[in-house]
T-cell receptor, first 112, second 116 residues
Framework: GDSVTQMEGPVTLSEEAFLTINCTYTATGYPSLFWYVQYPGEGLQLLLKATKADDKGSNKGFEATYRKETTSFHLEKGSVQVSDSAVYFCALIDSGYSTLTFGKGTMLLVSP | GAVVSQHPSRVICKSGTSVKIECRSLDFQATTMFWYRQFPKQSLMLMATSNEGSKATYEQGVEKDKFLINHASLTLSTLTVTSAHPEDSSFYIC????????????FGEGSRLTVL
């Protein structure tokens, strides 16, 4: 079946550091890929998405590129802020199905 | 690991009836639970935030009289779809926040509602 694997957290960074959160997936079809973010005390929000190979999703300075050859969708940001502290979830929707498969989430902690 | 259980996983009902979906945190206390809706092949949409012992906070555009949310205990939240119509057919997912683990979030398996 489909699955999403994320790097374990917490990831601890200083402000303005470079961020990478790794995400790899397995899917039977041609999935769409998503990154969701959960800020403290809030529900999940869509951060960015990519629907086909080589697409790059971007939002709020975050980027992720859909790499079919490596089945990856790593999240990156060039300079993190304290306000980016949150839990980040990688997810996919397989082309043959209609429901999301989530990774377990990666907590990011950014200190001043 | 922590488990969040939703019930039922699938439900089919007639138009005009009400359907209740339960979300339980099985091995932790969840002061906050979230309800999401997912349309076919689309992203999750947050419907409401449910805090134990208080009224739920609904997102803009979500009808609070149609989607009744109750969070009566630290391990149970319920979503009731009242007077369901075919357009309410969707996949509903809950998540629960573990207050004992710096707010870590765990998802239920989801409930697929089909209204005939």
């Amino acid at each position: 079946g489909d699955s999403v694997t994320q790097m374990e957290g917490p990831v601890t960074l200083s402000e303005e550091a470079f961020l990478t959160i790794n995400c790899t997936y397995t899917a039977t079809g041609y999935p769409s890929l998503f990154w969701y973010v959960q800020y403290p005390g809030e529900g999940l929000q869509l951060l960015l998405k990519a629907t086909k190979a080589d697409d790059k999703g971007s939002n709020k300075g975050f980027e992720a590129t859909y790499r079919k050859e490596t089945t990856s969708f790593h999240l990156e940001k060039g300079s993190v802020q304290v306000s980016d502290s949150a839990v980040y979830f990688c997810a996919l929707i397989d082309s043959g199905y209609s429901t999301l498969t989530f990774g377990k989430g990666t907590m990011l902690l950014v200190s001043p | 690991g922590a488990v969040v259980s939703q019930h039922p996983s699938r439900v089919i009902c007639k138009s005009g009836t009400s359907v209740k979906i339960e979300c339980r945190s099985l091995d932790f206390q969840a002061t906050t639970m979230f309800w999401y809706r997912q349309f076919p092949k689309q992203s999750l949409m947050l419907m409401a935030t449910s805090n134990e012992g208080s009224k739920a906070t609904y997102e803009q555009g979500v009808e609070k009289d149609k989607f009744l949310i109750n969070h009566a205990s630290l391990t149970l939240s319920t979503l009731t779809v009242t007077s369901a119509h075919p357009e309410d057919s969707s996949f509903y997912i809950c998540s629960a926040q573990d207050r004992g683990r710096t707010g870590e979030l765990f998802f239920g398996e989801g409930s697929r509602l089909t209204v005939l």
